[in-house]
């Protein structure tokens, strides 16, 4: 069963940093690029961000309010996809899910990140 | 402010027919490069995608739910309507001048 499984979300303080992650599982995970996608309070989704495949150059893109403040990596070898989130502001907090594919095909049930004071 | 917009909300009957429509620009809808998702979204679950290249749809997805492009317009038809079809629908495409992917502002779709 194809399956991706979010962690690592919490609490944290406006200027802090948090790491979220994505285990993947039921599929090839190295051949698939991947995305972060977010859903704040009382909003629609807003796309994080993108990492693409290592054979398609591995490397990522970020939507403009996260530029420079968040870096996505990858685990090939542990199916594992991962947020780095620093600087974080109040307007961050939000369900952080990760989604397959270009056209997001599979998503999991999300982490969620809050930031307060 | 969304790129792509959308109505916030859209009503009908059980066993109607419902449109729901998704506007953008020639940087991304009418970008011939870019197609059309649209995911279904029930607020603490997981998003689902029910239409990918503009009018395709994954293996489980009901032939009641279709879409379409023209232009920079992009469109979801839900036929023969049911109460569990009420959820937030959002369209999704890739912005060539942004280098972003971009979402509808989502529509809220009640099934009265």
């Known amino acids: 069963e194809v399956q991706l499984v979010e962690s690592g979300g919490g609490l944290v303080k406006p200027g802090g940093s948090l790491r979220v992650s994505c285990a993947a599982s039921g599929f090839t995970f190295s051949d698939v690029w991947m995305n972060w996608v977010r859903q704040g309070p009382g909003k629609g989704l807003e796309w994080v961000g993108r990492?693409?495949?290592?054979?398609?150059?591995?490397?990522?893109d970020y939507a403009a309010p996260v530029k420079g403040r968040f870096t996505m990596s990858r685990d090939d070898s542990r199916n594992m996809l991962y947020l780095q989130m620093n600087s974080l502001k109040i307007e961050d907090t939000a369900v952080y899910y990760c989604?397959?594919?270009?056209?997001?095909?599979?998503w999991g049930k999300g982490t969620t990140v809050t930031v307060s004071s | 402010q969304s790129v792509l917009t959308q109505p916030p909300s859209v009503s009908a009957a059980p066993g109607q027919k419902v449109t729901i429509s998704c506007s953008g620009s020639?940087?991304?809808?009418?970008?011939?490069?870019?197609?059309v998702s649209w995911y279904q979204h029930l607020p603490g679950t997981a998003p689902k995608l029910l239409i990918y290249d503009n009018n395709k749809r994954p293996s489980g997805i009901p032939d009641r739910f279709s879409g379409s492009k023209s232009g920079t317009s992009a469109t979801l038809g839900i036929t023969r309507l049911q109460t569990g079809d009420e959820a937030d629908y959002y369209c999704g495409t890739w912005d060539t001048s942004l280098s972003a992917w971009v979402f509808g502002g989502g529509t809220k779709l009640t099934v009265l």
């Open positions: 990492i693409k495949s290592k054979t398609d150059g591995g490397t990522a």
């Open positions: 989604a397959r594919r270009g056209g997001m095909d599979v």
């Open positions: 020639s940087s991304n809808i009418g970008d011939n490069k870019n197609y």
